[in-house]
């Protein structure tokens, strides 16, 4: 398995700009997690999904972002419009759920700058 | 919501032995503890996971006493290849908080040669 893929790895853009963060899971997994890290706060953790339905999404910084996942194989966080402040690298991971494993996979990034 | 305290930083040399201890006072029942490390420009990686005792696997240990107030990552005969930082949660798999999946900011290894 390829593992989580995300696309872009790197986004800049200008301040008020719409950004779509584009995620695919691991095949078979039931839950897709989207996280932003950053040094002043760490990793925090947005919203995640099981079976494609949002769960948990009070992490969302604010109403300027939104995540959707139409299919068990494809997610999106988009950030409309873009500040400043969302500068950060913006990680999905997902997981299956089976006994008690606690064990995410996380894909690679995307490193968001907005100017 | 078990808060998690742990040292920022820790030093070693090569071919040491590496404990790093976590605290979680109030752990609740169905807590588990699990750790993970996150190299530079890379996504956090599953390193273990444990409720009680002790829980091995081919890269780690993972000590709990009985009391479940702390945990310690045990790293055999570090290499530099281990320099990362590694995080310690606490936690309900799968529970419908937020609280559940807080990674905190980690203790951050540098391993000397």
């Known amino acids: 398995d390829a593992g989580v893929i995300q696309s872009p790895r790197h986004e800049v853009t200008e301040m008020g700009q719409e950004v779509t963060l584009r995620c695919k899971p691991i095949s078979g997994h039931d839950y897709l997690f989207w996280y932003r890290q950053t040094m002043m706060r760490g990793?925090?953790?947005?919203?995640?999904?099981?079976?494609?339905v949002p769960i948990d999404d009070s992490g969302m910084p604010e109403d300027r972002f939104s995540a959707k996942m139409p299919n068990a194989s494809f997610s999106t966080l988009k950030i409309q419009?873009?500040?400043?402040?969302?500068?950060?690298v913006y990680f999905c991971a997902s997981s299956q759920r089976f006994a008690n494993s606690y064990e995410q996979y996380f894909g690679p990034g995307t490193r968001l700058t907005v100017t | 919501?078990?808060?998690?305290?742990?040292?920022?930083?820790?030093?070693?040399?090569?071919g040491q032995e590496v404990n790093i201890t976590c605290s979680h006072n109030n752990i609740a029942t169905n807590d588990y503890i699990t750790w993970y490390q996150q190299f530079p420009s890379q996504g956090p990686r599953f390193i273990i996971q444990g409720y009680k005792t002790k829980v091995t696997n081919e890269v780690a240990s993972l000590f709990i006493p009985a009391d479940r107030k702390s945990?310690?990552?045990?790293l055999p005969r570090v290499s530099l290849s281990d320099t990362a930082v590694y995080y310690c949660l606490v936690g309900s798999p799968y529970g419908g908080s937020q609280g559940n999946l807080i990674f905190?900011?980690?203790?951050?290894?540098?391993?000397k040669p």
Request: zero cysteines; charged letters at 20%; a negative charge.
């Open chain 1, 43 to 52: 990793l925090e953790l947005l919203i995640y999904f099981n079976n494609n």
């Open chain 1, 81 to 88: 419009p873009s500040e400043p402040r969302d500068s950060a």
């Open chain 2, 1 to 14: 919501l078990a808060k998690t305290t742990q040292p920022i930083s820790m030093d070693s040399y090569e």
């Open chain 2, 71 to 74: 945990s310690t990552l045990s």
């Open chain 2, 104 to 111: 905190g900011k980690g203790t951050k290894l540098s391993v």
